[in-house]
């Protein structure tokens, strides 16, 4: 079975753009979640996202938005790039949340 | 603040050492699971434990869950490097939803 995978590995974004992260689920799982990993904070839970409506969401601006589609496809959208926006990002798919995949990321670097 | 504290966050001992790891949370969580993650890729899970005192063994790894369920223990014996990496405890509550802790970069020399 196919894990999850993440696109782009690596990204480079300057202050002010936006960005959109994409990542394919393990076909058949229903939920999908976002975390932003850092040095600093750790793993931290961005939103998650069943059947393609948002089930929960955590501490974060608005700037930061997610989408999920019908092809075991999703988005995650961070508007209006700040420094403190660089980081791992990462999704997770699951059948039910209590068994998460991760995917290897997306990292971002904003100049 | 972290919900769940982890300790140490380093930790650098030679093959064939012991080890523990903690994670600790004034907050009861319905089941805590715990992660390796490696360089360039997303945390794997290693186990899940839901009862509290529930003891779970993968090979040379032992987890505890506390009695209260607010806090767990990974315990190693006889580190290897391929034990190498970060390991992260999380702890899901009500709304499903995951809560990690600042995780314990662990380095094993040969």
């Known amino acids: 079975k196919a894990g999850v995978t993440q696109t782009p590995r690596y990204l480079i974004k300057t202050r002010g753009q936006q960005v959109t992260l994409s990542c394919s689920s393990i076909?058949?799982?229903?939920?999908v979640s976002w975390y932003q990993q850092t040095p600093g904070q750790g793993l931290q839970f961005l939103f998650e996202?069943?059947?393609?409506?948002?089930?929960n969401k955590g501490n974060f601006p608005g700037r930061f938005s997610g989408r999920q589609f019908s092809n075991s496809r999703s988005e995650m959208n961070v508007s209006t790039l700040e420094l403190g926006d660089s980081a791992l990002y990462l999704c997770?798919?699951?059948?039910?949340?209590?068994?998460?995949?991760f995917g290897p990321g997306t990292r971002l670097l904003v100049l | 603040t972290q919900l769940l504290e982890q300790s140490p966050q380093f930790l650098s001992i030679q093959e064939g050492e012991n080890l523990t790891v903690y994670c600790n949370s004034s907050?009861?969580?319905?089941?805590l699971q715990w992660y390796r993650q490696e360089p360039g890729e997303g945390p794997v899970l290693l186990v899940t434990?839901?009862?509290?005192?529930e003891v779970k063994k993968l090979k040379r790894l032992t987890f505890q869950f506390g009695d209260a369920r607010k806090d767990s223990s990974l315990h190693i014996t006889a580190a290897q490097p391929g034990d190498t990496g970060l390991y992260l405890c999380?702890?899901?509550?009500?709304?499903?939803?995951?809560?990690f802790g600042q995780g314990t970069r662990l380095t094993i020399n040969p």
């Open positions: 996202y069943f059947s393609e409506t948002q089930r």
């Open positions: 434990v839901v009862t509290g005192g």
């Open positions: 997770a798919s699951s059948w039910y949340q209590e068994t998460q995949y």
């Open positions: 907050s009861v969580f319905s089941s």
């Open positions: 076909s058949g799982h229903r939920s």
């Open positions: 999380a702890g899901i509550q009500g709304a499903q939803k995951l809560v």
